[in-house]
């Protein structure tokens, strides 16, 4: 009975698909169990620089405090130059040990002189010795309330794609000569569980999906060009940031503590993780859904966001 049971195809396949679902978890599980790469690889002499764009607050800025606690100089990017030369000045009294540049530029409306950013941490560089060898491509969020896709304005539609996507690509076309020149370098690009096809953020989700397929097709191109630089996508589920202000709990962490997660996942030979584990324990019981059940608990999701917002902007 139980020999003709296995002799069916259908039982092999079965047997097969099983074997591929442990072994891609286990693969993603080993990912929290490898040590960071981050100070031995990208860090060296101990001169070296990390650029972090959208470095002003969030995400960004936890950024900024975790690669200074690890021993390097940080390029903060931002919109307002006040607020830069702000948070610099924080880091420097925090760090006396590390060195801090500002790069000011709205990510909204770009135009080719874009181009004079390389210049500019060129010319950071030069002034205080050093390499970048640190990438950070964080800049992004929605910028608006959630809704659906006809709620959007012509400006909502071109700036969050220009903050989340265009950006990302600009940015890194041109710092990778920069990241590609002597030392080895790691550009870190900063997705969402949004990518999965998020309802209410159509814009933003699909924006994120741009991210994920330019951090394969880059991480392929920089191998097979041989030019020494690594390119992780860190998936992000919800972070308590100004950006997103919801509580704290285990499955929503602090800025810092999701950026020391996403340093501690350089390195581990893989092109798109969730830095934070309470992200990747979410993002299994997700990813196992079928996509019409996905579709019902995130859309459940979304829309009690949805109300929320509305709710608040009524009252303000
Ligand atoms: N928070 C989450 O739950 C979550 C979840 C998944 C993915 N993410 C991703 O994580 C990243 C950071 O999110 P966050 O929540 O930390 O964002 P945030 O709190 O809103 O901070 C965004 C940063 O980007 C800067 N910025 C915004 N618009 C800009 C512009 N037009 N030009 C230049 N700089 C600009 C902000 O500068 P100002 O200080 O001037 O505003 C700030 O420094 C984003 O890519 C987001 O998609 C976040």
Redesign the pocket.
């Known amino acids: 009975m139980c020999i003709s049971s296995w002799s069916t195809p259908l039982s092999y396949i079965g047997l097969a698909a099983l074997a591929y679902v442990t072994l891609h978890f286990t693969r993603q599980a080993t990912t929290f169990l490898l040590r960071s790469t981050l100070t031995a690889r990208y860090n060296r002499p101990g001169t070296n620089w990390a650029l972090v764009?959208?470095?002003?607050?969030?995400?960004?800025?936890?950024f900024c405090e975790e690669i200074c606690a690890r021993g390097f100089n940080v390029i903060l990017?931002?919109?307002?130059r006040t607020?830069l030369q702000r948070r610099a000045s924080e880091l420097n009294e925090r760090f006396p040990t590390r060195k801090t540049g500002i790069i000011v530029?709205?990510?909204?409306d770009l135009t080719s002189s874009v181009d004079g950013v390389a210049d500019e941490v060129s010319a950071i560089l030069a002034a205080h010795g050093g390499q970048l060898t640190v990438l950070v491509n964080?800049?992004?969020?929605?910028?608006r309330p959630s809704g659906t896709l006809d709620s959007y304005s012509f400006k909502d539609v071109q700036?969050t794609i220009?903050?989340?996507a265009n950006f990302v690509a600009q940015i890194t076309r041109i710092l990778l000569p920069l990241l590609a020149a002597g030392d080895p370098g790691v550009i870190l690009n900063?997705?969402?569980?949004?990518a999965w096809g998020l309802p209410y953020v159509t814009i933003?989700a699909a924006t994120?999906g741009f991210v994920d397929t330019f951090t394969y097709a880059l991480q392929a191109e920089c191998t097979a060009e041989g030019l020494g630089v690594e390119v992780l996508g860190l998936r992000?589920?919800?972070?308590?940031?100004?950006?997103?202000p919801?509580a704290l709990g285990w499955f929503?962490p602090t800025?810092r503590v999701m950026a020391q997660a996403g340093l501690n996942r350089v390195g581990c030979g893989q092109v798109i993780v969730y830095g934070y584990f309470w992200h990747w324990v979410q993002g299994l019981a997700f990813e196992m859904m079928p996509r019409w059940a996905l579709n019902m608990v995130t859309t459940s999701m979304l829309k009690a966001l949805k109300f929320q917002e509305e709710d608040k902007a009524k009252r303000w």
Do not use: C, M, W
């Open positions: 764009t959208g470095a002003t607050d969030g995400i960004g800025f936890g990017h931002g919109r307002n607020k530029l709205d990510v909204v964080n800049v992004g969020g929605d910028g700036e220009a903050k989340n900063i997705s969402s569980v949004a933003y994120k992000v589920g919800q972070v308590s940031t100004p950006g997103y919801v929503v800025p």
